[in-house]
């Protein structure tokens, strides 16, 4: 079954969303700094740049294989899509298993994850946003994660904004302990191809997949065309939805939240909507929500 909801986007400007800047607004939100998200960012970004000084070929491979596993299957097909906003139902064997992988993205537990993005989506590029670029475009791509109250596994947040989550035990444990899935990698990953398919596996490869989950938060809220009058400032970035296997759609996504798909044209490259579609086709995925937009996109092509 699924889910199939038509809008109609004729005539619609391709006005920005919103102007002004909230720079100074809201000093709170230098809650204080994680001591420990600063030591493991500088940690990966340290082994990151090791990676590359000792280059192998079977490095490269070991990290397009784990960089899609963790952004496409994790980020995308699960934290993002399925968990935040619920747009299609899959069994919990691979509801669980799509989150076991988005945890070796190394962005904290889901029940973190969602509470934040929904927050992001009901305050978007206002002062309650956890990343709005509003507050500066190095603010909204990673300092928040190092400064912002919002992401120190805050329980009030949590049960507030991921009521869901925090009643399912499975969700609650794997995320408290977040960080076992990307251990076991890494020591696997050793005990196959030794430390340099560690630094480049994990280190390099986690801190390149924290980048373009960034990019979502900053970028796509700066740059790009903006097909929608959305409330906030989201924009359609092609070279983000590249890095983020579709999640660069992002002014598509913020007109529809709920849409298992964000790419709403042909040339809008989706891989993570066609992983959803195939999990339908199999029959691992149903209620699959969609949007039905008209002829305006045909126009714009
Ligand atoms: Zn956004
Ligand atoms: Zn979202």
Known sequence: MSVTTTVSTKHVPRKSG???????ANPDRFAGVSWTTAFFMGLFHIGAVWALIDFTWSGVVV???????????????????????????TPKFVEYFLTICATTALEGGALFWVAT???????????????TPRHGGFWAHMAWIIFGEAQHNNVTMTSKYAPDLSRDGFHVWLSKYHWVPLTIQGLALWALGGWNWVLWGVFLRVTLGLHATWLVN?????????????RDDSRNNWWVALLTF??????????HPTSAAHGLAWYEVDLTYMHIRALELVGLATDV????????????A
């Open 63 to 89: 990290l397009l294989a784990t960089y899609y596993i963790a952004l496409a299957w994790g980020i995308g097909m699960s934290y993002h899509r399925l968990l935040t906003h619920r747009a299609y139902k």
């Open 246 to 255: 579709g999640e660069g759609w992002h002014n598509n996504h913020h007109a």
């Open 289 to 300: 929500r969609r949007v039905k937009v008209d002829d305006a996109i045909e126009e714009a």
């Open 117 to 131: 993005h929904r927050r992001h989506h009901q305050h978007s590029d206002s002062d309650m946003d956890p990343h």
């Open 218 to 230: 900053s970028a796509t809220h700066l740059w790009g065309q903006r097909r929608f009058v959305t």
């Open 18 to 24: 919103g102007t002004g800047s909230l720079a100074g």
